[in-house]
Nanobody, 115 residues
Framework: QVRLVESGGGLVQAGGSLRLSCAAS????????MGWFRQAPGKQRDLVAA???????TYANSVKGRFTISGDTAKNTVFLQMNSLKPEDTAVYYC?????????WGQGTQVTVSS
């Protein structure tokens, strides 16, 4: 069974930084896409950033220039470096992976940005 384990969330002040990590379970050999979604209370779960196996990346317009997604393919791990955080970034952040044609989600990690 595929399991995604997230870490790195927390409480920061506006303008601060956090780095989220997501590690997939050991017995995964083909991950096509990994990325991050976020969901604020009363809002939809929306894409934040994603990275494909070929290295291409995509970002939500609201985080371009502030967030950077990267991966360690040897460890099936993806990172999200979040800089210049704003209160509107407050949400539960969910790791996402596509293994073959199957979608998998992490449990979510809370990010709270205070002003």
């Amino acid at each position: 069974q595929v399991r995604l384990v997230e870490s790195g969330g927390g409480l920061v002040q506006a303008g601060g930084s956090l780095r989220l990590s997501c590690a997939a379970s050991d017995n995964i050999f083909s991950i096509n896409v990994m990325g991050w979604f976020r969901q604020a209370p009363g809002k939809q779960r929306d894409l934040v950033a994603a990275i494909r196996s070929g290295g291409s990346t995509t970002y939500a317009n609201s985080v371009k220039g502030r967030f950077t997604i990267s991966g360690d393919t040897a460890k099936n791990t993806v990172f999200l470096q979040m800089n210049s955080l704003k209160p509107e970034d407050t949400a539960v952040y969910y790791c996402y992976a596509v293994v073959g044609y199957n979608n998998h989600w992490g449990q979510g990690t809370q990010v709270t940005v205070s002003s």
